[in-house]
């Protein structure tokens, strides 16, 4: 115990090496366990993000990159499905239900997703769990809108509120479809994927506003000409982006996918979320390996820092180690100061890293998922984390063994003198 | 050479050092050390002197039990040091001696109380001699400080690299002093004084170490006058005489009550 208290007073008597050394350690553990933390997230995020469709069907395209703009928002749709071949893998005996999307319009940053009733009767995410509400109820009125929990918390939107859409991300002064306010409805409980950072209206919705836009300037003498003349049968949409597809039959699926593959009338690609999923995580598992591998080189880089500082310091130590040699200190009283040193310093290092990462998930953890959509783990320090410092100590405390066991070999021979 | 003052009868009886037919080297080279045969009785202050390279400090590492003898036997306050294990030679050390470097005798990042202090860090039962509480310990510690002259460093927390070398030495003399000791072994303690402060030095050390036997070192042959007992390094270094062991001309030097 004092030989502890001893390790600590030196390493506070060389402070500015001992902080650096500390600083080091805490980086490059924080680059370990936050790469690690941001591939569990970006994971468990996508995994959890669609689990009820048995499909998904869009335009032609690689089955990763339709995944990723229709469920995920990222990345933008090339082209569309018309609402005729909708109509008709919609209406095949072997479906249970379909949910439209249609995407491209935003608020405030936020996108906004074009789809029917079905939507919230059917969507899953989680562990198959349904979507509901916090407050409101879906959609009924063309310009009734469903807000996302993340959506409604940062504008600080409630149920009444009036807001524009645009077309586009960018919030531009010309696309503005301005005139046409939509109103909140209802807000969705928080789920933890991209649903939270969506705003949902009704196709026919999505349709009214870009009528205007299409069929020229707005009508003369009509302050909202299209909720109050259109009728929901007249604003049918010519295409939607993709649809997500029920069955009745899981086994089904492969058969439906393959007819939409080659379906003759229209360019299509079907995918099975889980499938396409593990497509994308072999694509970007190589560079998960490539950057898990950085950073533990990273670790040793700062493990090596701290040994060298330690060697360098025996020098100016070998006459304090004679002076406990003296005072009858054993020979592996010597070795074990080092290597508790050593120890002391990787664990304060490793517990500095792992807050730091999950100060900073807490600080920043919002603006990621914004960002990226995904989800990453906030929930303090996980066993991951402590097993990283388990690790990075050991090893810290066996690098201590070097220099530990050349202070006892120089204690062994310089006997009570030192000649320096 | 009389050596009798401040000795009880009990410690007289047995010696504090006693080495027969030590020899000792580094590695496989030549011995360094080659003693026949030499006695400190309890209570004892010995001067050792002779240039250097005359073995002084191996001498010293020997009865102090760091360095282990190739032949001989080296008895230190009634046990063999070589039928001790190396944590028993060091526990004999933490809770019997006390040892005076030339310079650099304070561990930098404690302060001066927790210098002294040290040996009581690694014997229990040192530790029990100063003091039942820690309180008290440091308060015996900080008596000591004070009674060697250092009260205003103690009083204003001074830690060891803001004081001079001599007050360096007494912070030493006292962590070697504390616990009263059986064996005190100062190794050219007074080098880096000046002669003024050697004298006072010296003569401080001798009156604080009482009952203590003193193996004090030095090259310095003036300061013999302040030992009852005086040997010669080369003299009864033999391998320092002939570079080998002669086994004929082998002069006893018996030091102690005769």
């Not at chain 1, 395209?61 to 990723?68: I, R, W, Y």
């Amino acid at each position: 115990m004092y030989l502890l208290a001893l390790a600590w007073k030196s390493a506070r008597a060389r402070s500015a090496a001992t902080l650096l050394t500390i600083l080091s350690i805490a980086l490059s553990v924080t680059l370990l366990v936050g790469v690690e933390k941001v591939r569990t997230g970006a994971r468990a995020g996508f995994a959890q993000t669609v689990s009820g469709a048995d499909l998904l069907v869009g335009a032609r395209s690689g089955s990763v990159n339709l995944l990723l703009y229709a469920v995920f928002r990222i990345g933008d749709p090339t082209t569309n499905v018309s609402w005729e071949s909708y109509q008709g893998f919609s209406s095949r005996p072997d479906v249970a239900w379909t949910i439209p999307i249609s995407l491209g319009d935003s608020h405030a940053g936020f996108r906004v997703l074009g789809t029917n009733q079905t939507y919230f009767d059917h969507y899953l995410y989680g562990q198959k769990r349904p979507l509901e509400f916090a407050d409101g109820v879906p959609f009924s009125g063309i310009y009734d809108a469903v807000l996302g929990a993340s959506v409604a918390r940062e504008l600080g939107y409630d149920l009444g509120r009036e807001f524009n859409i645009s077309h586009g991300l960018v919030s531009a002064g010309f696309a503005e479809h301005a005139d046409r306010p939509f109103n909140v409805v209802g807000v969705l409980k928080p789920t933890g994927t991209p649903v939270d950072r969506t705003i949902h209206i009704s196709l026919a919705g999505l349709e009214a506003v870009h009528v205007g836009l299409n069929d020229g300037p707005p009508r003369l003498g009509g302050g909202r000409p299209g909720a109050v003349s259109a009728e929901p049968s007249d604003l049918q949409p010519d295409s939607i982006t993709a649809f997500l597809v029920g069955l009745k039959s899981r086994a089904a699926a492969l058969r439906y996918q393959r007819d939409v593959n080659t379906f003759r009338g229209e360019a299509m690609t079907a995918v099975i979320p889980g499938v396409a999923l593990s497509q994308m995580w072999r694509v970007v598992g190589g560079a998960e390996q490539a950057l898990r591998a950085v950073s533990v080189l990273v670790v040793i880089a700062g493990l090596a820092g701290m040994l060298t500082a330690l060697l360098t310091s025996l020098n100016e130590r070998r006459r304090e180690i004679a002076v406990f040699r003296a005072v009858g200190a054993h020979s592996r009283d010597v070795f074990s100061l080092l290597v508790l040193e050593s120890a002391l310093l990787t664990a304060a290092g490793a517990i500095l890293g792992v807050l730091l990462v999950n100060g900073l998930l807490l600080a920043f953890g919002g603006q990621i998922e914004a960002r990226f959509g995904a989800p990453i783990a906030i929930g303090g320090p996980s066993v991951y984390d402590l097993t990283i410092v388990g690790a990075v100590v050991t090893v810290g405390a066996v690098l201590g063994f070097l220099p530990g066991w050349l202070a006892y070999k120089r204690s062994l021979n310089d006997g009570l003198t030192v000649k320096l | 050479m009389d050596s009798n003052i401040g000795l009880t009868g009990t410690t007289r009886q047995v010696p504090c050092i006693a080495m027969k037919d030590v020899t000792f080297a580094f590695g496989a080279r030549a011995p360094v050390l080659a003693v026949s045969d030499l006695t400190v009785a309890a209570g004892e202050k010995v001067f050792v002197h002779g240039p250097s390279g005359s073995g002084k400090s191996t001498l010293l590492g020997l009865i102090a039990g760091v360095l282990v003898p190739e032949n001989g036997t080296v008895e230190v306050l009634g046990h063999p040091l070589a039928d001790l294990s190396a944590p028993h030679r060091d526990r004999l050390r933490a809770e019997h001696f006390g040892v005076i470097f030339q310079q650099f005798n304070l561990v930098p990042y404690l302060d001066l109380v927790e210098n002294v202090l040290l040996p009581c860090r690694f014997s229990a039962a040192r530790a029990a001699r100063v003091g039942e509480s820690a309180k008290a310990r440091e308060a015996k510690a900080r008596e000591m400080l004070v009674r060697l002259g250092l009260a205003q460093e103690v009083a204003n927390g001074q830690v060891a690299s803001e004081l001079s070398t001599g007050q360096q030495q007494r912070v030493a003399a006292a962590r070697a002093l504390i616990g009263t000791p059986s064996l005190i072994i100062a190794d050219e303690p007074t080098s880096a004084l000046d002669t003024d402060a050697r004298a006072v030095f010296i003569e401080t050390l001798l009156t604080e170490a009482k009952d203590a036997s003193v193996v004090f070192v030095s090259h310095d042959l003036s300061l013999a006058g302040h030992f009852g007992c005086k040997i010669s390094m080369p003299e009864i270094n033999l391998a320092a005489q002939n570079g080998s062991i002669s086994e004929s001309a082998a002069p006893v030097r018996q030091v102690g009550s005769v």
